[in-house]
Structures are given as C-alpha cells and as structure tokens.
C-alpha cells in the first residue's frame, strides 16, 4: 500500500512567502496542502486555533504569519508581539498537544548587526527593533514549548513575485525615476522567496526531533541594497543611474542591522539544501516578474 501522504498546514498564505508555497505546491505531489489566510485563521485566537487544528489534522504546520511591518512595529509593539510571539506560542501549544511537526519562519533582526563574520545560529542575540524583539520572543515561544519536531528557520531579505518587498518596489521606482539614492552601507544577502520554499520541501521529510532547532537559511554571496538595486536595474536595462548612499541619509524609525549576512552551513550540512548565489535567484525572479 502507498504511504500516505504528509499533510501541509500552511498560515499567512495570503503572504508572500505563503503565496509562494501555494504557486509551487501542485509540483509536490508528496504532500497535500491546507491553505489558510489570516481571515480563515487568526493564529492568535485560541479557540479558533484549536478547532481548525482538531477538524484538519495536519502533519505539519508551517507558520508564514507575521507582523512584518518593521518601522510600525516602534509604535505598535503589542500588535508585534500579539501576532510573532502569542501567535507562535500558541501554534507551539497545538502543535504539542496533537503531536503536529513545526515549521516556523524567523528573521536576522534577532540580531544587532555588528559582527563582522556570518550569524551562526549560536550567536549572542540582540534585537534592535520591536520587530526582532517580537521575533525572537516568539522563537522562544517554540522553543520552550517542547516540541518533538520543530524548526525555526530564520531568514533576511526575502523576496519574490508576490507582496511588498525590495525588488518590486525598485521595480516601480525605476519606471517613474531617472535617478535613485540607495543605500550602501547596511550588508546582507537577498533570498529568494522560491528557493526558501524550496528548501522547506526539502526538509519536511528529513525532520525528526534529533535535527530539530534553529536553522538559518538565505542565498550565497553578499550585497548591500545598492549593489541589489544596481543589479536589478542592469538586468531590467531600465536607465537609472543609481547612487550609493549612507543609512544616516535615509533615517528610518526602526534602526537596521549594519551586517545581516547568515552562516548557513548548518542547514546546508543537515538537509543538503541548495542555497544557490542570490545574483542567480534575483535573475530567475525578474525573469518571471518581466513575462
Ligand atoms: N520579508 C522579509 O524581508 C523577511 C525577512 C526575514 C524574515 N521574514 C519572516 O518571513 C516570514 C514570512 O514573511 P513574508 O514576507 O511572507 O510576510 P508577509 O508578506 O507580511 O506575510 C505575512 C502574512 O501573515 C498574515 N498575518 C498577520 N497576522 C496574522 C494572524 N494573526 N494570523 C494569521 N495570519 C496573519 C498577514 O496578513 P495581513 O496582510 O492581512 O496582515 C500576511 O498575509 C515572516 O515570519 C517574517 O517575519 C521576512
């Protein structure tokens, strides 16, 4: 007889990241999916928590919901904290009492953006803003909650097709500007929305509660915004002469890690993910953002 299926909860899904599970889904035919928008479930209402749970019963929930606005973060802090940390402890609770794996997506801002090599996962964690502090509360959340099979995954600079993210709004600046100021002076590595989603269909098969814990997952190389903004403009040939800028010139109200690139051995090393070059990723992205 066939092994039956593992049965995917996926929250948020009208996120990017959720919406890029959905587009990639039908080619997983290992897996069925549950897909559910924050109207259909509110991860911070228990009762409802409790009864989608118990009525879909799934093998595994991943958790795309979030809080995601950084700079409204500073002045909605409970918000925050509702939604990336109660919203995540009480997942951690269902996912306990009904022997249900976790995936749950985290961020860089855990960290304060001074160290000078890549985060591993062990590093000392210092958010800067409401927003980190909202994320790394929720990553305690899970993982005081005992959970036999978890993962928090945590990432930096995502995007893709869907939703609001660097690429698309560079996109749209470049067909009203001739001219832009980016910032040059804050490092990182932009991920691919796909490729994360790929190497979470990567792992669901491969977790057991020996490999469970904190994992960080971006694309290879390092960038800073400028040289993202440039190499989305050189591939578009869009005519925007961009000029790099230093972070004071663009004061925001959550302040932004200087160094966010992640070590990503870990994940690489325990599941054999693929974290391909993000010049590559953000390539393959236009390609399907200019068809
Ligand atoms: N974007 C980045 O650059 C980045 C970087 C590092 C880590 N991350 C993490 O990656 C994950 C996915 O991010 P994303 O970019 O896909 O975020 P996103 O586009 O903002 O999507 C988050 C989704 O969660 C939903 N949501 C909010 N509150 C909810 C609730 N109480 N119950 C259920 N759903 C709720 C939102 O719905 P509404 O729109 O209706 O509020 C939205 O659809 C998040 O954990 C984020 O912290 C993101």
Not at 42 to 59: F, G, N
Not at 280 to 285: C, R
Request: hydrophobic share 40%.
């Amino acid at each position: 007889m066939a092994a039956s299926r593992i049965k995917i909860l996926v929250t948020g899904s009208e996120g990017q990241l959720g919406k890029t599970i959905a587009d990639l889904a039908p080619h997983q035919h290992q897996y069925t999916f549950i897909f559910l928008s924050r109207t259909q479930l509110d991860i911070t209402h228990a009762q409802q928590l409790e009864a989608v749970i118990t009525k879909q019963q799934p093998d595994i929930i991943v958790n795309t919901a979030a809080y995601t606005a950084v700079d409204a973060a500073e002045d909605n802090r409970q918000q925050a904290f509702a939604i990336n940390q109660q919203g995540p402890q009480l997942l951690a609770g269902v996912c306990k009492k009904h022997e249900i794996a976790l995936i749950h997506i985290s961020t860089d801002y855990v960290f304060d953006g001074q160290a000078q090599q890549p985060y591993k996962e062990n590093d000392t964690i210092n958010p800067q803003t409401v927003y980190g502090q909202s994320k790394r509360a929720g990553e305690e959340a899970i993982l005081e909650a005992g959970l036999s099979r978890f993962l928090i995954i945590r990432t930096s600079w995502l995007y893709g097709v869907h939703g609001h993210n660097f690429l698309k709004t560079m996109l749209r600046l470049g067909q009203e500007r001739s001219h832009l100021n980016v910032v040059n002076d804050q490092q990182g590595i932009p991920t691919s929305v796909i490729d994360l989603t790929k190497a979470i269909f990567t792992i669901i098969p491969q977790l057991t509660p020996a490999n469970s814990g904190v994992y960080h997952y971006s694309n290879s190389g390092r960038a800073t915004w400028f040289d993202f903004a440039q190499f989305i403009f050189e591939n578009c040939e869009l005519k925007v002469s961009v000029e790099p800028v230093a972070t004071l010139q663009f004061p925001t109200p959550a302040k932004r890690p200087e160094y966010s690139v992640l070590n990503c051995d870990k994940i690489r090393n325990t599941f054999g993910v693929k974290t391909p070059d993000w010049k590559k990723s953000a390539a393959s992205i236009l390609s399907i953002v200019n068809s």
